[in-house]
């Protein structure tokens, strides 16, 4: 019980009598990688932005670590260890590779440094800098961006697109790193690439994986457990295998 | 330790090309004024100059950098001119030297207007985009019409600044205006290049996706909001020593727009651009100011809307991006310069830190382009009928 | 009274002009800040019917065609090629329109304020008090003009599409929508008012100058705020409620010095307790 590091309780959603997400129960253990699947629309994403705080759950609670997070703001529940990707890449285009990571590492306190540091330019604002920079480096190692390093955002191949956004927020140093599509648009050789990433980043990082895909052999390759969601509700939870071999899975996807 | 300081980012001659260019335009002038060369005008010419480098500077942290809009620029620049002058004025009557007496207003007159900023910013930063705009433009006139009537600032006379203002015997004022320019392209270009400028990039590029990676957006908002309100204060403040009397007319809604003129033509997120364009402008309105006199000085407005007007365009209208690629003067001087180029200088990591292009959102221009073929299906289906 | 009824007029220019800010606002998601300026061209159509002679009825007319036509000129030329790009872009592109109106109108017809005369209605009396006509007249034809655009949008193909357009626009247009044709007849309907409200400006301030038509824009834009932006009973009730507060402040001598201040007070306050205006509807973002 206590290795758990995500509990949703009853979790839910309604935009204006549309029940978007309902009783959502989620229980992900430590170091666990964990797949949330279902057709389009079924309400993947909204879970992705209630537990980020974009969206306010109109029922229910969720806890990371045993503390409650329901209710704080975006930033706040990165600061307390949820990291996540978006479906549409939202990294920032006009800027170099390093740099979007660097953004990343922004709250990490080995690298504070106030306003007024840097506008003035004390020694703190250098050490700061190189020691992010260095970091940010070691991040792009792991994804194989250390090359791309210099180039803009938006120059990138689309798979390395999802890579570096994948790296910006593991800068972000989660417990919990939540991933939307990762392997989306990638070709079967980089979805490859990306499986191995993900595991390593996950035993180098200590990390629990939450991820939503849409490719099977994916999610089958890497989670260990996973849960289905049907119009907003919980089709089935368990065992990666079982799971996708329920006939109301099959149902759900091919219809009757 | 000073080795590792002289090969930072901040010791590139690209990046400090315009504390250079600054200096030395300032040596060039006080050499000339020492000569008896630089007539009285000029020198007058060269405080605007200042002054208007400062409010574009700053402004284009707000509107380059953050890409949030402010139409009140010119109001903080009131709450300076008029606060710090009169502080100035009471301290003449203790304090002898009229530098102390700027110095020390200069200082007060900013921080009024960056408290105004915070003000201001408070309420309005928390809503999401035109909403800025309106509400500093309505900041800008209450500004003004407090001051019109508060019986301390003279009311609809203007405040009379003639205790404080540098006449020929004192010092020529344009050295302390640019070496205040010197102050503010150090203050302003550190935040930019540091990790907190990033931060504040990152916003204008994807607000949702900085809230994500933790950045408190909120904070950074106000923050560069009451930086930049500083800086109009001290233009101020520099304003109120320079002309008699301040008047609250000076600071209509169409300085904020001609501020505003400025950062755009300079390239919104381009510091030297600004200093560039505040110069030209400024220049070109001086030179105006004789020749067009009566309606036509409405020539220069039209001229400003017309800047306003095709710079946007050219920019950011996706049915002029091929053109934009091949006339932005970007483009032109990488071709010009692309020939002696190592390949493996292309992209340096100091590439992005200056010039950012405005941004256009992908998925909208997307949208645009299915509408443009919606329709011209929708057309081929009637013609077939 | 007599107080109430100015304001209440005034109140109705206001809400004329913010009904077009609030509609563009609504429907291509942008801030006509030339939209003013639209008023003065309107007014300045007036004049030039009235110059030649013609009677107030066709000036009126062609004021109203001519802001149409203006509208739909600035829609084409400056906006519609900005659509998709960021809101700042088109902001300050709009901002160079209201110059461009500014200016030209000042190349054309000079800085110095023209006197106008529409005819003196003289005035009734009402409720104990004497009411001058053209208040009266500001009212009435301002609610009949509100309460036919009211059903418009309600009754008509055209209006619904455009709340569809407002609501989703890329779902509109998946519905066969045509949205730029919608996006052009609302830029078109907000001018035409736009003209209704340059007449009866005309009618309580006769003198117009090229600058004529910012005040009041900015006015009514702070109206459509108010009332929440993109909510059409809003922009009516904002106008309304601003207009009775100008003259009311006017009319206290303590205050009338600082009647600017208390209006653009009035929006931050307002922005500070309730971001979305009075009656406003709360927009999600898409993540």
């Not at chain 2, 930063?125 to 035109?130: A, M, P, V, Y």
């Not at chain 3, 109430?4 to 291509?28: D, E, H, K, P, Q």
């Not at chain 3, 834009?221 to 409620?241: D, N, W, Y």
Request: charged residues 15%; contains cysteine.
């Amino acid at each position: 019980m206590s290795d758990v590091v995500l509990r949703t309780e009853d979790l839910g959603i309604t935009f204006g009598g549309l029940k978007a997400v309902q009783s959502v129960n989620l229980e992900i253990r430590k170091k666990q990688l964990y797949g949330l699947v279902g057709p389009n629309g079924a309400g993947k994403t909204t879970v992705f932005n209630l537990l980020t705080g974009v969206y306010q759950p109109t029922t229910g609670t969720f806890y990371l670590d045993g503390e409650e997070l329901k209710g704080k703001t975006q930033e706040a529940i990165n600061h307390k260890g949820i990291a996540r990707t978006f479906q549409n890449i939202r990294l920032y285009n006009n800027m170099s590779v390093i740099r979007n990571v660097m953004v990343g590492l922004h709250n990490q306190p080995e690298f504070r440094c106030n306003p007024f540091t840097s506008i003035l330019r004390l020694p703190g604002h250098y050490k700061a800098e190189e020691a992010m920079r260095a970091r940010a480096k070691e991040i792009l190692r792991i994804f194989g961006l250390e090359e791309e390093r210099n180039n803009l955002a938006c120059n990138l191949p689309y798979g390395k697109q999802r890579k570096l956004e994948i790296a910006r927020a593991l800068a972000t140093n989660p417990k919990l790193l939540l991933l939307d599509e990762p392997a989306a648009g990638m070709n079967p050789h980089e979805t490859e690439d990306l499986m191995h990433i993900v595991r390593r980043i996950r035993d180098e990082f200590d990390l629990t994986i939450l991820l939503i895909e849409h490719d099977m052999k994916f999610v089958s390759g890497l989670c260990d457990e996973i849960t289905v969601l049907n119009f907003g509700t919980v089709l089935t939870q368990g065992e990666t295998s079982e799971a996708l071999n329920n006939p109301e899975v099959i149902k759900a996807y091919l219809g009757e | 330790m000073v080795k590792k300081l002289l090969k930072s980012d901040d010791f590139k001659l690209k990046n400090c090309i315009n504390y250079l260019a600054v200096t030395v335009a300032l040596v060039v002038c006080i050499f000339m004024k020492s000569q008896g060369k630089l007539p009285n005008s000029y020198a007058n010419l060269l405080v605007q100059i200042g002054y208007s480098i400062i409010l574009a500077v700053s402004l284009n942290l707000v509107v380059g950098f953050l890409g949030e809009l402010s139409l009140g620029h010119a109001g903080f620049m009131c709450v300076g001119a008029y606060m710090g002058t009169f502080i100035s004025i009471q301290l003449s009557e203790v304090i002898d030297s009229k530098i102390v007496c700027l110095l020390i207003s200069m200082l007060c007159g900013g921080l009024m207007a960056a408290f105004f900023g915070f003000l201001v910013g408070l309420p309005a930063l928390r809503l999401k985009g035109d909403y800025l705009a309106i509400v500093t433009l309505a900041f800008g006139e209450i500004v003004r019409n407090i001051f019109k009537n508060l019986p301390w600032f003279g009311k609809a006379m203007g405040l009379t600044t003639s205790a404080v203002r540098f006449t020929k015997k004192d010092i020529p004022l344009f050295i302390i205006v640019f070496i205040m320019v010197l102050v503010t392209l150090f203050l302003v270009q550190n935040l930019v290049r540091s990790k907190h400028g990033r931060a504040i990039t990152a916003i204008r590029d994807n607000e949702i996706a900085a809230k994500a990676m933790g950045i408190n957006v909120t904070f950074y908002k106000l923050f560069v909001f009451v930086f930049a309100a500083f800086f109009a204060g001290v233009a101020g403040v520099f304003y109120g020593h320079y002309t008699t009397p301040v008047m609250y007319t000076f600071f209509s809604y169409n300085y904020s727009i001609e501020i505003l003129v400025m950062v755009v033509l300079g390239g919104m997120g381009s510091i030297n651009g600004s200093i560039i364009a505040a110069t030209l402008i400024t220049v070109i309105n001086f030179k105006l100011q004789d020749a067009l006199s009566g309606d036509l000085a409405a020539l220069k407005y039209l001229i400003y809307a017309l800047i306003l007007i095709g710079i946007v365009l050219f920019n950011n209208a996706p049915k002029f991006r091929p053109y934009k690629e091949r006339f932005a003067p970007k483009a032109l001087i990488k071709k010009l310069t692309e020939k002696n180029r190592k390949p493996s200088d292309i992209m340096s990591d100091e590439a992005d830190w200056n010039k950012i292009p405005t941004k256009i959102k992908m998925d909208e221009v997307l949208t645009v382009d299915v509408q443009d073929k919606l329709s011209a299906a929708q057309k081929a289906a009637k013609e077939e009928e | 009274m007599n107080i109430l009824f100015n304001g209440l007029s005034l109140g109705a220019i206001y809400a004329l002009i913010a009904l077009g800010y609030t509609m563009v606002y609504g429907i291509a998601k942008m801030l006509n800040f030339a939209h003013g300026d639209v008023i003065m061209v309107g007014a300045y159509a007036l004049l030039v019917t009235l110059n030649l002679q013609g009677h107030i009825a066709l000036g009126v007319v062609v004021s109203v065609v001519v802001c149409t036509v203006a509208g739909i000129v600035i829609e084409k030329l400056a906006y519609k090629p900005l659509r998709g790009a960021s809101p700042l872009a088109v902001l300050i592109t709009a901002i160079g329109v209201s110059y461009l109106l500014q200016s030209v109108s000042q190349l054309i017809f000079g800085a110095a304020p023209q006197p106008i005369t529409i005819g003196n209605f003289g005035t009734v009396n009402l409720f104990g008090a004497e009411i001058s006509t053209s208040t009266i007249l500001t009212l009435v034809v301002g609610s009949v003009i509100m309460a036919c655009l009211t059903v418009f949008i309600k009754k008509t193909r055209t209006g619904r599409a455009m709340v569809a357009v407002s609501e989703d626009r890329g779902a509109a247009l998946l519905m066969g929508i045509n949205v730029n044709r919608i996006i052009m007849i609302t830029f078109a309907i907000g001018s035409a008012l736009a003209a209704c409200a340059s007449v009866f400006y005309l009618m309580q301030i006769p003198s117009l100058e090229p600058t004529l038509g910012s005040m009041p824009g900015i006015k009514a834009f702070t109206a459509a705020v108010i009332g929440g932006i993109g909510s059409i009973p809003g922009a009516m009730l904002g106008g309304v409620l601003l207009g009775v507060i100008e003259k009311v402040c006017l009319s206290i001598p303590a205050l009338s010095p600082y009647t600017t201040a208390v209006e653009f007070g009035l929006l931050i306050v307002i922005l500070l307790v309730r971001p979305i205006g009075l009656l406003g509807k709360k927009r999600r973002e898409k993540v």
